[in-house]
């Protein structure tokens, strides 16, 4: 059994997004080998410096998916470093637009706005949106839509860029609570 785990989360990162183009995300399908009630969408991105890609998806709800969130990884499938810097959010922990949609800004520049996940000095990596205790499949309209843009542009890219803005103080303070709540995890 353990021999087998190890094939499937080696091979994962090949069936499920190396071989898509790089900059896009799958449409939202059953994981595989993941919880019975969980639907994933993944792809890698390689992204240069002053370069950022804008995820939109639809807030799922409660009522459909008690689980939302969205996190990047290195390309070994290892997640970045979320204890320190915000490179994973969950719908509770992201900003909702008015329009329902959830936009997150991949860069590793900041982007100004509270929805930003840092790809912590690397240039190429995997992202993954996950949904989980799901009462009803995802269809494609469910899932994301993927833009890449210069950083420079965020402003005029994202439709709610006013509302999104966040601090470099307030940043700070997430990653303050980040910390605190690793910590109580790891030592509770």
Wanted: hydrophobic share 40%.
């Amino acid at each position: 059994m353990l021999l087998s785990r190890l094939r499937t989360f080696l091979a994962f990162p090949e069936w499920f997004y190396l071989g898509e183009p790089a900059n896009t995300l799958t449409p939202p399908r059953r994981t595989p080998g993941g919880l019975a009630t969980q639907f994933s969408s993944a792809g890698h991105f390689d992204l240069a410096p002053e370069q950022a890609m804008i995820v939109t998806v639809p807030l799922a709800g409660r009522d459909v998916a008690p689980y939302q969130g969205i996190q990047l990884g290195s390309m070994w499938y290892i997640s970045l470093d979320y204890i320190n810097h915000q490179t994973s959010l969950t719908a509770d922990q992201a900003r909702v637009d008015q329009d329902g949609m959830l936009r997150f800004v991949i860069s590793a520049r900041d982007p100004g706005v509270g929805n930003w996940l840092e790809t912590t000095g690397h240039r190429r990596g995997y992202v993954q949106l996950r949904w989980q205790r799901l009462t009803r499949d995802l269809t494609e309209a469910d899932g994301p839509a993927v833009e890449v843009v210069p950083v420079a542009e965020i402003p005029s890219r994202l439709p709610y860029y006013n509302q999104a803005r966040e601090t470099q103080a307030q940043y700070a303070q997430r990653i303050a609570a980040r910390q605190a709540a690793c910590a109580d995890r790891m030592l509770g």
